[in-house]
């Protein structure tokens, strides 16, 4: 697939005027309010996976309305002082899988969470173990179309709760250093762990690539893919439905989240992608924390030639080493 979206030239400049909704901030402040359970893990579970070096626990956590989200939690086996987390999400149709099958930063010396998806897991991997209790609401069968006429009952409300909510477990964990999180994802992933930024004053990183739910109503002009093209679809049945969709769609909207954010910030995208158009990922990047009066360290990282994969093992590699230095890795115990 060639090229599609902006040119490189006109994605470097392009920040685009965001209509929010006027209510945004006391939404998801009243949302975020409504989980707030002082009491966040349920259980911590160890398990066996096989894995010699690396220790793993299976969490419950409450999440959206104290609903309980499955995670697993890994740490470097023998390792005693409280290292650095990372919190991770999964893409979407994803759930959290078995725990051996996200190795990468737990390696690479990090307390490591994996959050579930919610009503997810049925499309791609090796399951979740996390329901949806809530998902009656009208909308699509599918979690992009889920609710989708009232921004109360939308899945996105449940699910940037429950990621929200896994910083706040993560915390709550043996072994980590509260003060030093990071939010980590790639597409859907993506999306929430820019959501995180938006909404957790305090994180101290987030590394974004291919997002979903940036430029959304760009990237619904611009692709059928799913999952986009799944809200299409319900439009298509649906007509006249659009205002209530557009109204829903504004209080997930990534950029949103990305302007009020000030972690350290690290994207990548494919200028190929046309499940989740390079428009949004861009316009995230250059509108990154203008309403917070700090300007944070970020930068991003562009493939010409991929599309969603984006630059895939060579984008991982640079986020290792960016991350170790935004953390200090020098400072690591052992």
């Not at 009208?138 to 990621?163: E, K, M, N």
């Not at 700090?294 to 991929?306: C, S, T």
Request: hydrophobic letters at 40%; a negative charge; glycine letters at 12%.
């Amino acid at each position: 697939m060639p090229a599609f979206d902006l040119p490189p030239k006109e994605l470097e400049r392009y920040r685009p005027d965001v209509q929010e909704p006027p209510d945004f901030d006391e939404f998801w402040r009243d949302t975020l309010k409504e989980a707030a359970d002082p009491d966040v893990l349920v259980s911590v579970r160890p398990v066996e996976s096989g894995l010699r070096l690396t220790d793993t626990w299976d969490v419950t956590f409450r999440g959206f309305a104290s609903d309980p989200v499955r995670a697993w939690y890994s740490r470097p086996a023998g390792v005693r002082p409280a290292l650095p987390a990372v919190v991770e999400y999964a893409g979407y149709g994803r759930g959290r899988g078995l725990p051996h099958e996200r190795l990468t930063w737990v390696n690479a010396g990090y307390a490591h969470l994996l959050m579930d998806n919610r009503g997810q897991g049925d499309q791609y991997g090796n399951g979740g173990a996390t329901p949806d209790p809530h998902a009656s609401a009208p909308g699509g069968p599918g979690p992009a179309a889920r609710g989708l006429l009232d921004p109360r009952d939308y899945h996105y409300r449940r699910l940037i709760t429950d990621a929200v909510r896994a910083v706040t477990a993560v915390r709550a964990l043996p072994g980590v250093n509260g003060g030093r999180v990071a939010a980590v994802g790639n597409s859907q992933g993506g999306g929430l762990a820019l959501a995180v930024a938006g909404l957790v004053p305090d994180l101290a990183a987030v590394l974004v690539t291919a997002p979903f739910l940036c430029g959304i109503r760009r990237a619904l002009d611009l692709t059928d893919a799913s999952p986009y093209g799944e809200i299409s679809a319900y439009l298509a049945v649906h007509r006249g439905a659009e205002e209530a969709a557009y109204r829903t769609l504004s209080y997930v909207e990534g950029v949103s989240f990305a302007r009020r954010a000030t972690a350290a910030a690290h994207f990548g995208v494919g200028l190929r992608d046309t499940v989740c158009p390079p428009s949004g990922a861009y316009a995230a990047f250059n509108l990154y924390g203008e309403l917070t009066g700090v300007d944070p360290r970020k930068e991003i990282h562009a493939y010409p030639y991929n599309g969603h994969e984006g630059g895939d093992a060579v984008h991982v590699r640079r986020q290792l080493d960016w991350l170790a230095e935004v953390l200090d890795v020098s400072q690591w115990p052992g």
